[in-house]
T-cell receptor, first 112, second 115 residues
Framework: GENVEQHPSTLSVQEGDSAVIKCTYS??????FPWYKQELGKRPQLIIDIRSNVGEKKDQRIAVTLNKTAKHFSLHITETQPEDSAVYFC???????????FGTGTRLTIIP | DAMVIQNPRYQVTQFGKPVTLSCSQT?????MYWYQQKSSQAPKLLFH???????NEADTPDNFQSRRPNTSFCFLDIRSPGLGDAAMYLCATSRDRGNRGYEQYFGPGTRLTVT
């Protein structure tokens, strides 16, 4: 089955700087890659997703890039703000599969 | 405008005393999932329903059962909770969006404490 690795496990960034979180996946059949943000004690919320026919997608300060050949995808947050502090999970799914394989999560802390 | 609702939000049960967690959704999604999440680990899929079809994960203990009486509701039954079952239980829903994949919407979770 699919295996998703996520790095780093913790990340501290000065407010205003950029943060990058990276994930690699194992199954070349995977074609849907969402990113979830989970604040302390709250539900995971989808913040951005990308499909394998697209190399990059942006939504304001958030962007995701995908390298199908290398089987990795990354989350980029620019101009970080204190409210960006949370745990971020990447995930992958194959074809029409309704199940997601999650990465292990990255705890992002924005230092004021 | 809650879309995935979980009740209760907090549940305390005694060791070995059966407990039921509930999930309802207003999205009319055909897929419903139950996840277990411990202390900022990734959510762990226990099982999911695709329409009425139940799909159990291979490593889900028999202690965990589920029911989906209709499209809107899904229940998680823990027959004999152990201390290791203390966790956040997340319900999620999704539907097939064709080539856009299955976006999962999560409920707020039920935090289960076992005493």
């Amino acid at each position: 089955g699919e295996n998703v690795e996520q790095h780093p496990s913790t990340l501290s960034v000065q407010e205003g700087d950029s943060a990058v979180i990276k994930c690699t996946y194992s199954d070349s059949a995977s074609n849907y890659f969402p990113w979830y943000k989970q604040e302390l004690g709250k539900r995971p919320q989808l913040i951005i997703d990308i499909r394998s026919n697209v190399g990059e997608k942006k939504d304001q300060r958030i962007a995701v890039t995908l390298n199908k050949t290398a089987k990795h995808f990354s989350l980029h947050i620019t101009e970080t703000q204190p409210e960006d502090s949370a745990v971020y999970f990447c995930a992958a799914s194959m074809g029409g599969n309704e199940k997601l394989t999650f990465g292990t999560g990255t705890r992002l802390t924005i230092i004021p | 405008d809650a879309m995935v609702i979980q009740n209760p939000r907090y549940q305390v049960t005694q060791f070995g005393k059966p407990v039921t967690l509930s999930c309802s959704q207003t999205l009319n999604h055909n897929v419903m999932y139950w996840y277990q999440q411990k202390s900022s680990q990734a959510p762990k899929l226990l099982f999911h329903y695709y329409d009425k079809d139940f799909n159990n994960e291979a490593d889900t203990p028999d202690n965990f059962q589920s029911r989906r009486p209709n499209t809107s509701f899904c229940f998680l039954d823990i027959r004999s909770p152990g201390l290791g079952d203390a966790a956040m239980y997340l319900c999620a829903t999704s539907r097939d969006r064709g080539n856009r994949g299955y976006e999962q919407y999560f409920g707020p979770g039920t935090r289960l404490t076992v005493t």
